[in-house]
């Protein structure tokens, strides 16, 4: 069973950048494909971004390109959301998520993920 943890969110101005962080503990995440969604307020989950087994490729939602950032450490075993140019609209709770089966295609939505942390608020306002 695998665990995962976000940090790194918190209360910003807009145009503000953060860096969520989304550690797993009883296995490792090399080899396997993670996302990240978020939920804001009175709206459904949506995908946000997502990075390849391998970390050669990387998704993301058009509402997200070029402001936000997917990277992964293997040797750390964590994930990083980098966000940028932050608006309002980014409010939200983050989550990462990881898929069950090694070397699986990326997948934009909620069903592809097996395991999910417990969210970090990102609340972006002025």
């Known amino acids: 069973q695998v665990q995962l943890v976000e940090s790194g969110g918190g209360l910003v101005q807009p145009g503000d950048s953060l860096r969520l962080s989304c550690a797993a503990s009883?296995?490792?995440?090399?080899?396997?494909?993670v996302g990240w969604f978020r939920r804001a307020p009175g709206k459904e989950r949506e995908f946000v971004a997502a990075?390849?087994?391998?970390?050669?490729?990387?998704y993301y939602a058009d509402s997200v390109k070029g402001r936000f950032t997917i990277s992964r450490d293997n040797t750390r075993n964590t994930v990083y959301l980098q966000m940028h140019i932050l608006k309002p609209e980014d409010t939200a709770v983050y989550y990462c998520?990881?898929?069950?089966?090694?070397?699986?295609?990326?997948?934009?939505?909620?069903?592809?993920?097996?395991?999910w942390g417990q969210g970090t608020q990102v609340t972006v306002s002025s």
């Open positions: 009883g296995r490792t995440f090399t080899g396997y494909t």
């Open positions: 990075i390849s087994w391998s970390g050669g490729s990387t």
């Open positions: 998520a990881v898929q069950g089966t090694p070397f699986g295609l990326t997948g934009r939505g909620p069903e592809s993920y097996d395991y």
